[in-house]
């Protein structure tokens, strides 16, 4: 009996060049989205920037460090916009 394993097929990468591509460009996205919604209306711009950081980091693997970034990145400027629209006392819409 030989330890050779039965199929002759090599393992596959867990993800492709492609996919880590296109789930970098959301997690930029999301954090220029989530950046610029300090400025400006903080709702519309934090629910899709959250939705596309956890769409990126569903796309990738554990240990990627930008979809991670962006997720965090997001979360604190949620919190931050909702200190400066109270604060200030700025429209949310």
């Known amino acids: 009996m030989s330890a050779e394993p039965f199929s ?13 591509l296109v789930a970098g460009y959301l997690a930029a996205f999301a954090i ?3 950046v610029i919604s300090l400025a400006w209306h903080p709702i519309r711009l934090l629910g899709p920037a959250m939705l596309l950081a956890l769409i990126s980091a569903g796309m990738t693997g554990r240990g990627r460090r930008l979809p991670f970034v962006a997720v965090m990145t997001v979360a604190v400027c949620f919190f ?5 629209s109270v604060v200030t006392g700025r429209a949310l819409w």
């Open 80 to 84: 931050l916009a909702m200190t400066i």
């Open 8 to 20: 002759s097929l090599e393992a596959q990468p867990e993800h492709s060049h492609t996919t880590e």
């Open 32 to 34: 220029f989205a989530s």
